[in-house]
């Protein structure tokens, strides 16, 4: 007796220079549209608080705190990918980190061992499948 069961796949890339020139590229626009987003924020917010004030003492002072922590998300993203920049940069080339997983198909049968199920991997150097690993299985290069 068998059934197929959805079993989870680690999906990892091999660091090459191109992989890290990609992520920090990516990283960097997203820091550059958060500035953007920062300085719009801040130039609505001029105006706003100045309609606001109109309205009232209380109004102000609740708008004025939801303008702030949209401020202190956004800074609190800039940070992380500010932290993001660094960790890629002192990825090693050659170096294999997870990029991801992925669920997969699998077809288990009673007798086979658990430990053949978890576990497998796949990696990825420039976007292309370079190995596939499975545990009890011989390992499969591309």
Known sequence: ??????????VKVIVTADLK????????????????????LEFQSKRVLSDFAKQGREALTTLQQRLEEERQQRLNVKQELLQRMQAI????????V?????????????????????????????????????????????
Not at 1 to 10: D, N
Not at 89 to 96: C, I, V
């Open 1 to 10: 007796m068998a059934i197929t069961i959805r079993r989870p796949v680690t």
């Open 21 to 40: 020139e990609r992520l920090l590229q990516e990283t960097q626009q997203a820091v550059a549209q958060l500035d953007l987003e920062l300085k719009q």
């Open 89 to 96: 940069s002192s990825l090693e080339l050659g170096e294999e």
């Open 98 to 142: 997870v990029h991801s997983t992925v669920e997969a198909d699998w077809t288990v049968e009673v007798g086979q061992s658990w430990s053949q199920i978890q576990g497998a991997e796949i990696v990825l150097k420039d976007d292309i499948v370079v190995e596939i690993r499975e545990p009890g299985r011989l390992t499969e290069k591309g």
